[in-house]
Every structure is written in C-alpha cells, then in structure tokens.
C-alpha cells in the first residue's frame, strides 16, 4: 500500500463489518428478500466497490449502514459500535457516515457555501466564521474557489458532485456511502471525477462504500471490489486491487489491470444476465 | 444587441454605439411581447366596438358600447355616477382592496404553516386532513347565510368568505410542495446531523417554496372571486356592490367600470405576489433561466 495512505490521522476510523445481514421487504405481501446473509468486512481507510447489476439490493445495504432502513437479522457494526443488529433494527443517521446520493441532494435553494456549511452548522460545534474558513479552505483544496456563490443549479454535474462530496467531508465523516454517484455523468467527465475523487482520498484518508454497476470504475478506484449476486443481494466474490494508489487514467491499460477486468467481467456478466432474466427495475 | 466585439472599446466608441440595453424601457417598447399584447387588446376591443355598434348583433344589445364606456370612465360629470373623476370611485376600490389585504394575509399566515404541518407529519394529516377535504369542496356561496350568522358585523362576513376560499388553496398547495420535495434532501439533511426542527426549516420550508407561490397566485385570485361574490350578496361599498346595485339600477356601463376596474387591480396584485416569489426564490430563477424558460 502508498505510504501516504499509512501516514493517515483518520486510520483507525471508518472500519465496517457487515455481518449476516438479511433484508426482506414484504410492499404487498410477497415478501422479496432483497439481502441475503451478507456479510463483508471493510478495513478503516479502504475504498471498498461494490459491484453489482442495477436493482440487485445493493443500495439496500448502504440505507442499512446510513440509517435509513431497518434490517430483519444479522448485524453491522462501525468501529467495534453496532449501528443496527439485534434489539436495534434501524440504524441512527449521523454524519459519522455521509451518503452521497445517486441523483445529487445539494440543496437547490442554499448556494455553495451554505450547502458546504450546512453540517457544521447544525452540529453546533464551531463558530460560524470558524466554519466559513473551512469551507473556504476545502472548497479551495478541491479546486472550486470561485463557485461559493453559485446555487447547485447553475452549476455542471460534474461540479455538484464534487461540491456534495466536499460538503461531506465538512463533518470529517468515518465513512462515504457512495450510490452510483457519477452514473448520470458521461465517460469523459466521468474519468476526470474518478481523478478528482482519488485526489480527494488522499488528502482526507475516509473509507469509502461505493455502490456502482461499472467494473471498470470498480477496479480504477477500489483496493477491494466486492462483486454483488443479483438479488438476493451477497457478495460473490471478494477480491483486492493490488496496484498502487496514487492511480492515474492510464492504469486501466496496465496488464494487471486488464487482467483484473478478465477475471472478473465473466462473474459480473453472470449476474446481469440473471437480473435480466429476473426483470429486475432499474433502482 | 450588445457591442462585445471590441474587448475594450474606447469611450467614443461606447458612446457612438447604439445599443439597446436589455431590460431598458426602450427595449421594452420594441419588444415583440408588448406588440402582440397590443395586437391582442386591439382585436378584442375592436370585436366589442363592431359588435355592439356596427353589426348590431342581437345579443349585445343591451351591452354599453366601447365608446359610451369609454366616455364615462373619462368623464368628470358621469352619466351614472362612477367615473376615475369621481371620489366615490376610489372609496369603493379602497374597500375592496382593503378587504382582499386582509382576508389574503389571514389566509396566508394561517395557511402556509397548517400546509407546511400537513405535509411534513402523518400524524397531523391523519388528524387534519379528513376535516378539511370535507369543508374544502364546500362552495363558498353555500357559506354565505352562516357567515352573516356567525359575524354581526358587516365587514366581517364578506372578509371571512374570502379568507375562507384563499385559505383552502393556500393550505393544500403548500402541503403539496412539501410532498413534491425529494426524499433524499430530508435524508442528506439528517446524514449532515440536522434535527426535526431543522430539517423542517432548512428543508420543508424552503423546498415548498415554489410551491407556496404558485398557491398563493392562485389564492389571490380565489380571494379577488370570493370577495366580489360576497359584496353582491352583502356589502355596503366595494366593486362587487357597484357591480351589483348597478345591475339593479340599470347603470350599465357602470357594470363595465366595475369589471374592467376588477381585472385590472386582480391582475396587479397577482404581479405583486409573483414579483415577491421571484425575490425570495433567487435559486429557483436563476435554475430556470439556465434551462432556457
């Protein structure tokens, strides 16, 4: 592993188990087993991919471990704490773990820089100009100097992601649920925003869940890649990216890496085959 | 229309060039919107003059001609009474809208927050609600004999009908602007560490707001529509009672006065309302002008 990532004041914070979760939702009586026994271990400071195909329950799991579903059994635990298992169906959102969301959630009517402050603000922590600065230094190290200004809608969605995750990481969070975030976004934009992110890894040194369908995302930003069973959802295959952070655009036409998508498309392929099979809805 | 080629134009040049100022009340003028506006009210004026007068068509005859309107409108000694000249004029206009401020500000500061509650707790919805989808559909003319019943005043009845109508509508926009706003804003906002009380102001308020506004454009126009209805039946001064006890006394173009002074001053407070949206929903405008509307 880089020695940057060693060198992390976070480490030690963000470390997930998910222990023999079972998810069934019952809309009109059939009930629909949406997670079944999973279990999956994430290390404090990993960035851990979740793949699998659209509508598998693998966004199930992140509402788990953010708090806003129950789960029928099992367990996940944060840090040695239980967030939700027996006796505790439903986990307490908090911005120990920040979702960002598949379709974006800045808020419309705050401008960059109260969306930004937003978190530390309701915490109540810090003074207002004590968070303002923050905001400004991060927004800074981010590269969005200049959109403080700006409301969510005028700007790209390139930007509103980078800006959503900047606004979480504000709280100083254990963990990033991410949920398909760049999966509006088109190829290009999309390998600028996987740098970006990397980028912003290494500076902050969070965990990170991120749910996607695309394996070769999964591969370029991940250092374990959990592939998903189509529903119900459990990981079928566990494995670790072995290629050194920090990773630029062209690793993906390394050897290794092209070997990593060998190994794996043929199980990702397996699983979309089956949703399709299935009629699984997009979600 | 703008001089952007020269990146810095000398001060001879900024003042040699003509340019028209977008917003500029030239600009304005020679827009095409104002021309078609101006087309639209000359089609309309002119069917009425033609029909009235020229073609003489049997349903207009006892309609008051353009003209005869128009002169009475501008006369300082009217025929029936009610001209722009004529003190009385003012005083009916001033009771109106006085009443419409009233009833419209009650409707709006007891109707937004009962919306905001609706929509935001079940529980409140599951009290509230059913009550008030039962009263709601309630024709506000079936209120009248119970509002002169209930208030013995007279200014109170004709106000409450109004509040009444404007209330409805206020309330149920508003709860359905809560409905529309996107669950994952109350689920980032929770992530972020927000309360109940400050997701309901950081989220529920301003997430319903364009909402709230369309509701509030449609409420003073109910409000406008309830408060005439209600001076016809009982009112001692205002436009709906001109309207009325002019019918009664065969003033005809006083009729006519009356409306055309209704659509206007209904018109004007809707633009105010809308200008009000625009100022607090600056997010919402400059959204909307990206997307081309």
Redesign the interface.
């Known amino acids: 592993m880089n020695e940057s990532i060693k060198a992390n004041p976070n480490m030690g914070r963000g470390q997930i188990s998910i222990d023999n979760v079972v998810k069934i939702y019952d809309p009109d009586g059939a009930a629909v087993m949406a997670v079944d026994h999973c279990s999956l271990e994430i290390a404090a400071g990993e960035i851990c991919m979740i793949v699998g195909p659209s509508g598998c329950g693998k966004t199930t799991l992140l509402n788990a471990i953010a708090g806003f579903h129950s789960i029928n059994s099992g367990s996940i635990t944060m840090d040695g704490q239980m967030l939700c298992g027996p006796g505790k169906p439903q986990a307490t959102p908090g911005s120990d773990r920040i979702v960002v969301f598949q379709n974006g959630a800045l808020f419309p009517w705050k401008n960059v820089l109260d969306n930004m402050m937003f978190g530390p603000v309701m915490a109540g922590k810090m003074g207002i100009k004590e968070i303002k600065e923050k905001a400004f230094s991060m927004m800074a190290d981010a590269g969005l100097s200049g959109t403080e200004n700006n409301f969510p809608g005028e700007l790209s969605s390139g930007v509103r992601r980078r800006v959503e995750i900047v606004r979480a990481l504000m709280n100083d969070p254990s963990v990033l649920l991410l949920d398909e975030p760049y999966r509006a976004l088109d190829s290009l934009t999309k390998s600028v925003m996987h740098e970006a992110l990397l980028d912003i890894y290494y500076k902050n040194k969070v965990t990170i869940f991120f749910i996607t369908h695309d394996l070769q995302e999964a591969l370029f930003l991940g250092n374990k890649v959990a592939i998903m069973t189509s529903r119900p959802c459990k990981p079928k295959k566990v494995l670790t990216v072995d290629i050194p952070y920090p990773r630029s655009y062209r690793v993906v036409t390394d050897q290794r890496f092209r070997d990593l998508m060998e190994e794996t498309s043929e199980l990702v392929h397996e699983e979309a085959k089956k949703s399709f099979a299935a009629g699984e809805r997009e979600g | 229309m703008k001089n952007s080629n020269d990146s810095n134009p000398t001060a001879k040049q900024r003042q040699l060039s003509f340019e028209i100022r977008e917003g500029s009340l030239l600009a304005k003028i020679l827009s095409p919107r104002l021309f078609l506006m101006l087309v639209g009210f000359i089609l309309f004026l002119g069917f009425w003059h033609l029909a009235v007068e020229v073609w003489r068509l049997p349903r207009f005859a006892q309609m008051p001609a353009l003209r005869t309107v128009v002169t009475e409108i501008l006369s300082p000694n009217p025929t029936y009474g009610i001209s722009i000249f004529v003190g009385e004029y003012y005083q009916h206009i001033l009771a109106s809208c006085l009443r419409v401020f009233i009833a419209f500000a009650l409707a709006t500061t007891l109707g937004v927050p009962l919306g905001l509650f609706l929509g935001w707790s079940t529980k409140f919805r599951e009290y509230v609600f059913p009550v008030f989808e039962m009263l709601r559909p309630i024709p506000i003319l079936a209120w009248v004999p119970l509002a002169i019943v209930m208030f013995t005043s007279l200014e109170a009845p004709v106000i409450f009908l109004a509040f009444l109508a404007s209330f409805f509508v206020t309330a149920l926009n508003t709860m359905l602007g809560v409905e529309s706003i ?1 669950e ?2 109350f ?9 109940d009380y ?1 997701v309901f102001w ?2 529920v308020i ?2 319903a ?1 364009p909402f709230i506004f369309t509701g509030l454009q449609i409420s003073i126009g109910v409000c406008w529509f309830s408060l005439v209805a209600a001076e016809m039946v009982s009112g001692q001064f205002g436009l709906g009672y001109i309207i009325n006890t002019s019918y009664t006394n065969v003033r005809y173009p006083t009729i006519i006065i009356g409306m055309v002074t209704l659509g206007f001053i209904g018109y004007l407070t809707s633009a105010m309302v809308r200008a009000v949206g625009k100022r607090l ?4 405008m ?2 909307l002008a ?1 997307s081309g509307n």
């Open positions: 996107d994952s804003y689920r980032a906002a929770k992530c972020l560490g927000a309360k400050q950081n989220v301003p997430g707001t929903m600056q997010w919402r400059r959204e990206l």
